[in-house]
Each structure stands twice: as C-alpha cells, then as structure tokens.
C-alpha cells in the first residue's frame, strides 16, 4: 500500500487510511477475496457519519457552553440515536429514544440540549425526520 501524504488528508481519510494498514496486515490472508475491500468500504462509509455527528455535537456544543470533557458523553448520546434510528428507520423509535433519553438525563446531562441534539441528528442524516 502506498504511503500518501498525512498533511493532505483530512482526519476521517487518515482514520480510514489506517484502519485499511492495520486489516492488511492482520487479516489479509484469512479473508475470502472482496470481503476485506468491503469491510474497509463499511468503515470508511460509517467513519463519515460518525465525523458529521462529532461535528453537529461539537457546534451545538459550543452555542450551550458545554464543558469540553462533557461533550463525549453527548456524542455517545448521539451515536446511540443514530442507531436507534439507522436500524429501525420504518417503525415509531418513540420510546426506545426515550429511554436514552432519560439513561443520560439521569447521568447528568440537560435535557433540552439532549432533544436539541436529536433533531439537529434527524435533520442532519436525513434519518426518521417526522412529517
């Protein structure tokens, strides 16, 4: 694999650039052929999403004063949703995101920055927006 540049490539490319060194020398030989090119596709396609979630948390974040070593706990909330949303987009998630909901309220997190965050998600991915 050729070595590129790491200063002309954003943080998500190095992520996955990496990931893909570290299945081709541990993995390569016990795969059946494509299977390693498409888990390095799912990762890349997956690391994307992720990075828009990291970045919609942090903006929000920002507008609410949240301390930085809060945040994390924020964008796990997000992932969370994401999924919730991702596996299940045709039925009513209504009280599955409840219930993380209140799992980070009770862990100490504002509510109204919880559901903020949610509909900047939905919106955001285009994931279970409600018409």
């Keep these: 694999m050729n070595k ?10 190095r992520q996955v650039l990496k990931y893909a060194r570290r299945c081709y020398a541990t993995r390569a ?12 596709n799912n990762y890349a396609h997956y690391s994307i999403i992720a990075d828009r979630i ?6 929000t974040a920002e507008k609410e004063n949240i ?13 969370e949703v994401e999924k919730v949303l991702r596996l299940h987009p045709e039925r009513d998630n209504t009280d599955e ?6 799992k980070w309220i009770v862990r100490g997190l504002n509510p109204a920055t919880l559901s903020k965050l949610e509909t900047a998600l939905r919106h955001e991915l285009g994931i279970g927006i409600k018409t």
């Design 4 to 13: 590129q540049p790491q200063n002309s490539l954003t943080r998500v490319e």
């Design 54 to 59: 990291y970045q919609l948390v942090k903006k």
């Design 67 to 79: 301390p930085v070593l809060t945040r994390r706990f924020y964008y796990i909330f997000c992932l």
């Design 29 to 40: 030989a016990s795969l059946p052929p494509g299977k390693l090119n498409q888990m390095i």
């Design 97 to 102: 995101l409840l219930i993380r909901h209140y």
